[in-house]
């Protein structure tokens, strides 16, 4: 691919090009160039220059305080950080998927959903949109929602709408739209009312509608492009997710499928309680993110993605009816091939979950158990618990392990965004090389780099939770701008002084 960016051979002889901040994200990070004297591109690197601590501070507290505690890792997906940690501390109660009542399965279910639905459209239509219906390199006072809402007041309205349904969904199960409280250890904390379910009935079939027409608009955007959408920052790599054990598209919970990028099973439908046995997590001195990459596949070749368009290529079939017809034309789009590669086609599978969770929120509100009260189960104490979720932006693993006092010793997350890591790299190298080598950058060109970030859905502030595991470097530079002292600490907490400061 383009590994041979990474790093370049001699840094100090080029000139340096950064986006600092990379906007319309969640969270911190930068892009850096580093350039020759003819503008080629000898190095390109997405960094991600935020640091958090969750998985250090969160040990030593009392494991029934987690799926509060985790959802502060972010304002855009707490309720999937909420019900990965809840699914953990089900099993440090006893109580496996299985085993949870039906209610509170389905409630749970409900409640991604509504995530999901109204985390794919603030995406979409606030922070991707602008790019795809004004043009990657359109004048920058136009590239937000304002200007989307401006000159394309109907597909801006759609989408302010479809997010705040899936946050209605969420705020009448958890009690509060962001930061809310509903999953406890065993099920969950609060009965849903015939009132609130009726509540939410009432707008559902315009929900349904307008998430058809979102689908609609990234298939007429994406296919009035091409080949240039097939191609801008296509990468081929492995993709993994959630199936059921029938290959159906799941969010909520499922084992394990991964696929190469020919399209053939390299693992299906393992329990992911077992998913330290399949992936490592790489680090690298230049970004507090990790690379997590297949043991089975080895580090060069066993990075992979996942996300919308990992879920779709990799499942079988979609459980209902408007979206599996969405994902008939999206893979029929490919033109016979059995994996779609597209890294913009990110955004037409995201809108496809979209609707699929717009059918599926109706499904559950028309099933009676849906209002049942039984929601609470408990089993034996367990030390060690692991939940594994499709959160919007991918696969989302909380692993916990707790003393005899119930309190945590070990956290280990690993973030959709994460999973991501080397292949927005990949990205990014892609159009550095193919679209910005030898000219001479200009900021609409530069967000050509930052539109194929965008199309990850990247939560930066999730993915920079580790502490202790990665080299810090402290750089003292006099006055002239030359580097006079340079020393590193590494993981261990050795310290070393570098020669050639």
Not at 458 to 483: F, N, Y
Request: charge should be negative; aromatic fraction near 8%; charged fraction near 25%.
């Amino acid at each position: 691919m383009y590994e041979h960016l990474e790093t370049a051979d001699n840094p100090e002889n080029l000139r340096r090009i950064a986006i600092d901040p990379v906007s319309r994200v969640e969270g911190h990070g930068k892009v850096t160039l580093l350039l020759d004297e003819h503008n080629q591109v000898k190095q390109a690197r997405l960094h991600i220059v935020e640091f958090r601590g969750f998985e250090r501070f969160m040990q030593g507290r009392p494991y029934w305080e987690l799926p509060v505690i985790v959802q502060r890792l972010c304002g855009i997906c707490p309720v999937s950080h909420q019900l990965a940690a809840g699914k953990a501390i089900d099993q440090l109660v006893g109580i496996d998927p299985d085993k949870l009542p039906p209610t509170a399965d389905k409630l749970r279910r409900l409640l991604h959903f509504g995530q999901v639905l109204q985390s794919h459209a603030l995406h979409f239509f606030h922070l991707a949109s602008p790019d795809l219906l004004f043009g990657f390199e359109s004048e920058i006072g136009k590239r937000n929602v304002i200007g989307v809402l401006s000159d394309y007041p109907d597909i801006g309205l759609k989408g302010v709408k479809l997010r705040k349904y899936g946050q209605e969904v969420i705020r009448v199960i958890c009690g509060k739209r962001i930061h809310g409280t509903g999953a406890i250890a065993g099920g969950m904390n609060k009965a849903l009312t015939l009132e609130e379910r009726d509540y939410l009935l009432k707008d559902v079939d315009q929900i349904i509608a307008w998430s058809e027409e979102a689908v609609d608009v990234i298939k007429k955007v994406h296919c009035s492009h091409l080949p240039y959408y097939d191609e801008f920052a296509t990468i081929r790599s492995n993709y993994l997710g959630l199936t059921r054990p029938d290959g159906a598209l799941e969010l909520y919970h499922g084992g394990i499928r991964v696929k190469n990028d020919r399209g053939e099973t390299v693992i299906d439908h393992i329990d992911y309680c077992g998913y330290s046995d399949i992936i490592h997590e790489e680090v690298r001195s230049w970004s507090y993110m990790k690379f997590p990459y297949l043991l089975a596949l080895g580090k060069e070749d066993g990075w992979y993605r996942v996300g919308p368009l990992a879920r779709v290529n990799n499942c079988d079939y979609i459980d209902t009816p408007l979206a599996e017809a969405a994902r008939f034309e999206f893979k029929a789009h490919g033109g016979g091939q059995v994996m779609v590669h597209s890294t913009l086609a990110f955004h037409w599978a995201r809108m496809i979950e979209v609707l699929h969770c717009a059918e599926s929120i109706k499904n559950l509100l028309l099933d009676p158990e849906i209002l049942g009260r039984d929601l609470v189960a408990r089993g034996e104490k367990r030390y060690e618990g692991i939940g594994v979720i499709e959160a919007p932006r991918g696969t989302l693993f909380h692993h916990y392990r707790v003393d005899e006092n119930d309190i945590l010793t070990k956290v280990n997350l690993i973030v959709s965004t994460t999973s991501n890591n080397t292949a927005m790299n990949e990205s990014v190298r892609q159009v550095a090389a193919t679209y910005l080598s030898g000219r001479e950058l200009t900021e609409p060109l530069l967000n050509n780099l930052e539109v194929a970030i965008r199309a990850y859905d990247p939560c930066l502030s999730c993915a920079t939770h580790a502490v202790g595991k990665m080299p810090l470097q402290v750089e003292l530079v006099d006055a002239e701008g030359r580097i006079a002292d340079r020393i590193v600490k590494y993981g261990d907490g050795t310290i070393e002084r570098l020669a050639d400061a």
